[in-house]
C-alpha cells in the first residue's frame, strides 16, 4: 500500500474507501486538508478556480464549504451541474469532498444561522454527493449553525449506513458553531468520541491546539489518542480564521497539531480572500519538510 504521501492521481482513482484510509495513515501525520469556501462565488485568481490553486501550492484533498447538493456549482469551474465535481477531480487529480451540517437543537451563544436543505446532514444529500464523484463528507457545523455533537451523532449512523461503504466519513466541529454547552475545550470528550465512531464514523475532527478558548496541546493530544485506539483516523483544524494568521503563528499550529499525533491537518476557508497559498504552503513544509512539499507541488496529475 502506497503512502497518500506518494500517491499519483491514477493510484488514488484505483484505490477504494479503506485503501485511502489506510494510505493516510500510512502517512504518519503529512496529509494536508485545504478547506474552500463557495458562500461568496469569489476566486483569488481568476479565472481558475481555489481548488487549482491551493492545490498548486501544496494540498492533498480538498473541502468545499458551502456546497449545496441541490444546485452544484464552483466558481471556476464551466460544467452542467451534475459534473462540477467530477470537472473539479479532473482539474486537480485530488480526493474530493464537502461539509454536510447536521442541526441540532443546543442553546445558543449567537443567533442562529438557517442552513439551506442541500447543505445539511441528510440522507438525500449523502446519496447526491456520492453521485455528484465526491470521495469524503465532513459533518460539521458552519459558525451559528447551532450543529452539536448529538446531531453530528445521529447524523453519522444516517450516512454511514447509506454512504459509508464508499466514503469517509469525517465528524466533529472547529468551533462551538454557536452551541453555548459545546465551547472551548467542551467541544468534545472521550465519550463523544467514542459514540463518533461507534457510530461508523472514520475520521474524528477536532479544533487544532490554540485555536479555540482553553483548547490546550494535552487535550487535543489526549482526543487523539483515545480516537486511535478505537479505531479511527483524525483531522485537526484551523477553523477560527487564523488561516490568515501571520506564518509564525501557521508554524506554531502545524508542530503543535503534529504533536498531537494527527493524521490529517486542516486549514479553513476563512482567510482573506478565502485562501491564503503562502500559509498553505508554510504549514505543508512545516508538517513534511521542502522535500515532499515541493513533490506534491510539482506531480503532474496525468501521472
Not at 456549482?73 to 469532498?97: C, F, N, Q, S, W
Not at 454512504?163 to 465528524?171: N, P, R, Y
Not at 489518542?225 to 483531522?235: P, S
Amino acid at each position: 500500500m502506497k503512502r497518500l504521501l506518494d500517491c499519483d492521481t491514477s493510484d488514488l482513482k484505483r484505490m477504494n474507501k479503506q485503501e485511502r484510509l489506510q494510505a493516510i495513515e500510512a502517512s504518519e501525520g503529512r496529509i494536508l486538508v485545504q478547506e474552500l469556501s463557495l458562500f461568496y462565488n469569489s476566486r483569488l485568481l481568476p479565472p481558475v478556480s481555489d481548488a487549482e490553486v491551493a492545490c498548486a501550492f501544496g494540498a492533498d484533498l480538498i473541502l468545499l464549504n458551502a456546497f449545496d447538493c441541490t444546485k452544484p456549482h464552483v466558481e471556476g469551474i464551466d460544467a452542467k451541474p451534475e459534473d462540477v465535481v467530477h470537472t473539479l477531480k479532473r482539474y486537480t487529480g485530488r480526493l474530493m469532498g464537502l461539509n454536510l451540517e447536521p442541526i441540532g437543537d443546543s442553546d445558543m451563544v449567537s443567533t442562529q444561522v438557517e442552513t439551506p436543505i442541500g447543505r445539511q446532514a441528510t440522507i438525500e444529500n449523502a446519496m447526491k454527493a456520492k453521485e455528484l464523484g465526491f470521495d469524503f463528507i465532513v459533518l460539521t457545523g458552519n459558525p451559528g449553525s447551532g450543529v452539536d455533537n448529538g446531531a453530528i451523532e445521529q447524523a453519522i449512523q444516517r450516512l454511514s449506513n447509506a454512504v459509508g461503504d464508499d466514503l469517509m466519513i469525517i465528524a466533529g466541529k472547529m468551533h462551538a458553531a454557536g452551541s453555548k454547552e459545546e465551547a472551548g475545550n467542551r467541544i468534545l470528550s472521550d465519550d463523544w468520541i467514542q459514540r463518533f465512531i461507534q457510530a461508523g464514523a472514520d475520521v474524528l475532527l477536532c479544533p487544532a491546539p490554540g485555536t479555540v478558548p482553553g483548547l490546550s496541546l494535552e487535550t487535543v493530544s489526549r482526543w487523539v489518542e483515545v480516537a486511535h485506539a478505537h479505531g479511527a483516523l483524525t483531522l485537526t483544524a484551523i477553523g477560527t480564521s487564523q488561516e490568515s494568521a501571520e506564518p509564525s503563528t501557521i508554524e506554531k499550529i502545524a508542530l503543535q497539531c503534529k504533536m498531537t499525533g494527527t493524521d490529517m491537518h486542516h486549514i479553513g476557508d476563512a482567510g482573506l480572500g478565502g485562501i491564503n497559498p503562502e500559509n498553505l504552503m508554510m504549514y505543508s513544509k512545516a508538517i513534511r519538510g521542502k522535500r515532499h512539499t515541493y513533490l506534491r507541488m510539482a506531480r503532474s496529475i496525468n501521472r
